[in-house]
């Protein structure tokens, strides 16, 4: 039998890799695993003959036209993971439990999934037009807590529905795999287990994964109508016609991987790879091999920065390194040249190098987070890209080019929608943006109400179910007991107000930066004292404490605590 590739296409991200990651563990020695959002489905990514594994099937319409005609397709079929469900066995019989999905055929399944398992319960489906029964016992959610306000006690979240044994079935029977079924079986519940212990990695929004791929994108397709955008472009195409580093700021899914992409085919080096790598999040040591390749007596192992020739390599995230490897990658760019790890040979440097971050570098430098020297090299050719809240101007078009790239030109939005999207925060902005629009294409209706956006998109609907649970679980008294029971209630609110004041101004904290702006008010904490009290501000679901420089925020549940005492 001859190895085949397996095509697996969804729309959002976090699926695409939860459900990747588990054919890997499967079939991974059985076939070539290719994940591709829609967003990234060209005319050519699929070949004659491949095999393609879709999330759903209303993306079917789209992908069937953009695919070869004789490629087999297979429409996923999901269940809950059992091996995520120890709360749910050790809870008492006839529990009453509400299930919240982002949409109505999703909590219908996931009922009937939880329904054939676990039937000792009675489920009742989320609807946010209707009040929340008196007699819910439990919530439970399949990785979509983010649709619940932040407090509510009882609330279990599963993780991701992944792919169910019948779909891996109807894979081994196409591609005439000769796995028996108990073998199947056994692989199947191997991936349930490793995806389990993923469930927090997958339900965050750090990305653990590097690409290797051709860069896509080039200006033209960048949309920049408003003036903020459109001067970013403008330095972009200058800074390509450069050899310099280049280095690129922005917000979470402001589509600085886009602008990389563009910079590198405007560029002397479009001849040449386009390759990237994700520092967050991820052992150092594994990512300096990655970088800088390695070699023994045995075997050589060639890093990214060989690997990309005379074209691009794109750093991203470059200030969650640590500072040696920082100051390493600092050598490598004054030098323009390396040594693998374990060897003795200078390399030349012959790619571009681009590099992004979140956090702006004079942030960082402030933090004691970036190496000064890599700040001065990174400055003079940085770029930032605005928010979508920064670049209003620019959304209707972006609303046009994304149901053009999705082939939905057909649908339409009614005003309240319109209203609606310009009125929302979009914290992740255009990244977010598409998902929503992307998810709105498969329901098949020409026309988009209100009723038809993803449950926390509706304007007021989280309060109409969910408010007086909020009002019974929000008790100030309770909270500022807690909080005294440690004996420091007067240095937990100041805490909580630097990071309500710099939340309105885009800012979150590492424990460092915190200490700091604590002593500028005339307090001083140890380390050890400072980690204690944002323990038991993030115990009390205060505070959203993030690993590493991501630094921490504060919570809504945090912020409605701070208007109750005003």
């Known amino acids: 039998m001859s190895v085949r590739k397996v095509h697996i296409i969804a729309i959002q991200e976090m699926y695409l890799d939860a459900i990747s990651k588990q054919v890997k563990e499967v079939l991974g020695d059985k076939v070539i695993i290719q994940p591709t959002t829609i967003k990234d489905l060209h005319n050519d990514t699929v070949a004659s003959g491949d095999l393609v594994l879709l999330s759903n ?70 609807s946010p037009e209707e009040t929340i029964p008196d007699s819910i016992d439990y ?13 509510l006690l009882k609330v279990i979240d599963i993780g991701p529905r992944l792919l169910n ?70 330095l972009a195409k200058g800074f390509a016609k450069t050899e310099n580093v280049i280095h690129v700021q922005g917000d979470a899914g402001t589509g600085k991987s886009m602008l990389a992409q563009a910079i590198h085919n405007e560029s002397r080096f479009s001849q040449g790879p386009f390759v990237s790598i994700y520092c967050s999040s991820r052992d150092y040591h594994i990512i300096e091999r ?3 390749g390695s070699e023994s007596d045995e075997s050589i192992s060639l890093g990214l920065f060989e ?101 939905r030109n057909d649908m339409k939005f009614t005003n309240d929608v319109m209203n609606q999207f310009m009125n929302y925060e979009w914290g992740g902005n255009v990244k977010e943006l598409y998902n929503v629009i992307s998810y709105l294409s498969i329901l098949d209706e020409p026309i988009i109400d209100l009723e038809s956006l993803p449950i926390y998109l509706r304007p007021d609907e989280r309060s109409k179910g969910f408010v007086k649970m909020i009002q019974n679980e929000m008790n100030p ?67 959203i404490v993030r690993q590493g420089r991501a630094g921490s925020t504060i919570s809504r549940r945090g912020e409605e605590f701070l208007e109750h005492l005003k």
Request: hydrophobic residues 35%.
């Open 165 to 234: 044994i019948d779909t891996f079935q109807k894979l081994n029977s196409i591609l005439e795999i000769d796995t028996c079924y108990s073998q199947l079986v056994k692989r199947y519940i191997k991936s349930l287990i490793s995806l389990s212990d993923a469930k927090n990695e997958l339900a965050g929004t750090n990305r653990t994964k590097e690409i290797w791929n051709t860069a896509m994108y080039r200006f033209e397709d960048i949309v920049a109508v408003s003036k903020s955008m459109r001067e970013t472009v403008t």
């Open 57 to 126: 099937k209303r993306i079917q319409g789209i992908v069937t036209q953009i695919i070869p005609k004789d490629c087999p397709c297979i429409i996923a079929k999901r269940d809950i993971n059992v091996a995520n469900t120890k709360e749910l066995l050790s809870l008492p019989s006839g529990q009453t439990i509400l299930v919240v999905n982002d949409t109505k055929t999703n909590t219908s399944e996931t009922i009937q999934s939880l329904q054939e398992t676990f039937f000792e319960h009675t489920y009742i489906p989320y």
């Open 290 to 292: 990655e970088l800088f």
């Open 307 to 407: 690997i990309a020739g005379h074209g691009s390599i794109y750093i991203k995230e470059i200030g969650e390194l640590p500072l040696f490897l920082q100051r390493k990658i600092c050598r490598v760019l004054r030098e323009k040249e390396f040594s693998r790890i374990g060897g003795s040979q200078s390399i030349p440097l012959q790619a571009r190098v681009i590099t992004s971050n979140t956090k702006a570098l004079k942030e960082l430098v402030n933090e004691d987070a970036l190496y000064p020297e890599l700040y001065y090299l990174l400055s003079p050719f940085t770029l930032k890209v605005p928010s979508l809240l920064e670049r209003k101007e620019d959304f209707i078009s972006l609303i046009e080019n994304i149901k053009f790239r999705i082939k």
């Open 477 to 543: 008294n309770e909270i500022i007991s807690k909080i005294e029971e440690h004996g420091f209630l007067d240095e937990s609110l100041k805490i909580l107000r630097i990071f309500c004041e710099g939340k309105k101004n885009h800012t979150s904290y590492g424990r460092l930066a915190l200490k700091k702006r604590l002593e500028e008010n005339g307090m001083n904490l140890s380390e050890q004292q400072l980690r204690m009290r944002l323990e038991v501000l993030q115990e009390l679901d205060l505070l």
């Open 139 to 151: 919530i439970i959610t399949p990785g979509e807590r983010h649709l619940l306000p932040r407090g």
